[in-house]
């Protein structure tokens, strides 16, 4: 018997559990969020929408996965991008900003690595993976991760998790 697209799952479903109780959490306390994305294209955003009543709280996403547009639709540094490369603590603290300054949202999660299956252009490796999650005018709280090499879909779903995980310890969800 032939499989049809339709009849499969897009979005692994243990990601979207995970997503349902963070968008019940921006739900109830009132709260909305916007995404930016390099190393995970948009899939944290993508997991996010799969949950019931992401409409509510979920504004969209930047997926930019270029350095260029990094640049033109975040407003990350061009300086610091070609001086430190773009997987960086402050380059996604840039990218929450922006994410922020362009949006509605009242919180935003970004998101930079290397996911492979080679280093990037900077000679960062792949499995390094930098997090940016912030309120609108607080700190935003970074975090760093090297996974080390692995398979892509593997590391793309625990990149894509720990994101999620940042995301609901900035809503109060464990």
């Known amino acids: 018997m032939k499989t049809r697209l339709a009849d499969t799952p897009c979005v692994d479903q243990g990601l979207v559990h ?12 009132r ?5 930016a994305e390099s190393c995970t294209a948009g899939l944290v955003s993508a997991v996010l929408s799969q949950a019931d009543g992401a409409g509510q709280v979920l504004h969209g996403s930047f997926v930019a996965y270029s350095k260029a547009n990094k640049t033109s639709a975040l407003g990350v540094d ?10 960086t603590a402050e380059v996604v603290r ?17 998101v930079s690595g290397v996911l492979g299956p080679s280093p990037d252009e900077d000679g960062n490796p792949v499995g390094l993976v930098y ?23 593997v590391l793309r779903h625990r990149v894509v998790m720990d994101g999620l995980d940042l995301l609901g310890h900035s809503t109060g969800t464990r």
């Open 78 to 87: 061009s300086e610091l991008l070609k001086r430190d490369g773009s997987v």
């Open 131 to 153: 997090f940016g999650c912030g309120h609108r005018n607080s700190p935003v709280v970074v975090s760093r991760k090297n996974y080390g090499p692995q398979p892509h879909d």
């Open 94 to 110: 840039q990218m929450v900003h922006g994410a922020l300054f362009r949006s509605p949202a009242d919180l935003a999660l970004a």
């Open 31 to 35: 709260l909305s969020v916007v995404t």
């Open 18 to 29: 995970r997503a349902e109780d963070i968008v019940r959490a921006l739900r109830d306390a």
